[in-house]
């Protein structure tokens, strides 16, 4: 079954939701239902947005945007060293008399 992307905003109000109903004497799987999620899905949103405005989540999801965005062209796998580097600067890796090292490769 595909997954529902949910916003924020959205969580933030279904928490909210689900506080009411608990305060109300509903038990956890009764509001779970009526909310139309699991008890595992509320627990995962109240520990990542529980206690939030909108406004605070609007600015946690700026800020990861903006995270992600400056971490981009800083990624390059580990294997990307100073070795393969010299590898494609003598073209096509045979001759081993360019390439500097302890054994020359």
């Known amino acids: 079954m595909a997954r529902k992307r949910v916003k ?3 969580i933030i109000h279904v928490l909210r939701e689900a506080e009411v109903k608990l305060a109300g004497g509903s038990t956890m799987p ?5 909310l139309g999620s699991s008890g595992q899905t509320y627990y995962r949103w109240r520990r990542e947005y529980g206690g939030m405005q909108v406004s605070q989540a609007k600015k946690l999801k700026d800020l990861e945007s903006e995270n992600a965005r400056l971490k981009g062209p800083y990624k390059q796998p580990k294997w990307q060293g100073a070795g393969s580097m010299m590898v494609r600067a003598s073209g096509s890796g ?3 008399e360019t390439m500097s090292g302890p054994y020359g490769c």
């Open 94 to 96: 045979h001759n081993t």
């Open 30 to 34: 009764e509001a779970c239902r009526a």
């Open 8 to 10: 924020p905003e959205q």
